[in-house]
């Protein structure tokens, strides 16, 4: 006899609290985006999740696009990382196709355009400029030719860095692969807050004082100073892309 693995009618996985969120794919909604005619969207996390200091301060969604769907440029100011998950595309005419990535800086006319299916993650944050420094230029790249890791010293928990290490980045996005029963080495608490997305496998991800089931299509939020751990369980390894601002003083506005 085969069990449903779908949620009862009422219930979800999602949980939104006052420093992080779970939002499991059970409740996605679609809808357009001004930014992407002729896709699907699903914004998982935004400033609209938690009002004051502690709510997102960047954007992080999903993108159903349809072949010859493009973007329009992000908002003045803003910068934008897209990670395919499927399918493929062109960015500024270059071809990106699963697990390829793009950063575009901010001000940036570049299209990104799809001439097939493709299901991207994308992430957008206002770019915190430093005096003298200049915003870096466009990056496409691919998570196998990324600098990869073991994460403290653990083969088992492989880190790969997406973005160059520099201090004219103000983000980091990362690609976490732990093999079944890896863990990060303790509970993290720390100044730089996280946008998180499942992209495969499953765990259980502690956040505050809440333990979570997580699995891959999931998205999580975590604010600054929000406890955090994981570990992957099941017969698969576990994968997750993660967002994280840095290089910049806590006290700048």
């Known amino acids: 006899m085969s069990v449903s693995r779908t949620v009862p009618f009422g219930e979800t996985r999602t949980h939104v ?3 992080h969120a779970l939002v499991a794919a059970d409740s ?6 001004d930014g992407w005619p002729g896709s699907e969207c699903v914004v998982l996390i935004s400033p609209a999740m938690g009002a004051g200091p502690r709510g997102p301060r960047f954007c992080q969604y999903l993108v159903h696009a349809k072949p010859g769907a493009q973007s329009r440029p992000a908002a003045a100011g803003v910068q934008r990382l897209v990670f395919v998950l499927g399918g493929a595309l062109t960015v500024g005419g270059k071809p990106v196709s699963a697990d390829g990535f793009a950063w575009l800086p901010p001000d940036c006319d570049t299209v990104c355009r799809c001439e ?8 957008e944050k206002p770019y915190a400029a430093l005096d003298d420094v200049e915003a870096p230029e466009t990056i496409v790249g691919r998570v196998k030719d990324a600098p990869c890791e073991p994460f403290l010293g653990d083969p088992d928990a492989m880190l790969a860095t997406l973005l160059p290490v520099d201090q004219a980045f103000d983000m980091a996005v990362n690609v976490f692969t732990y093999q079944p029963g890896a863990t990060l080495p303790f509970v993290e608490t720390h100044v730089m807050e996280h946008g998180l997305y499942m992209a495969a496998g499953q765990g259980v ?6 333990w979570y089931p997580v699995r891959v299509g999931d998205a999580i939020w975590m604010a600054a100073y929000c406890p955090q751990w994981f570990v992957a369980m099941g017969k698969t390894p576990a994968r997750y892309i993660y967002y994280k601002d840095v290089n910049r003083d806590p006290l700048s506005p």
Do not use: C, K, N, Q
């Not at 991800?205 to 809440?210: A, H, I, P, S, V």
């Open 28 to 33: 996605h909604v679609r809808s357009p985006l």
């Open 116 to 123: 097939e299916e493709a299901t991207l993650l994308v992430i």
């Open 17 to 19: 609290a006052f420093d």
């Open 205 to 210: 991800y502690r956040l505050g004082e809440r």
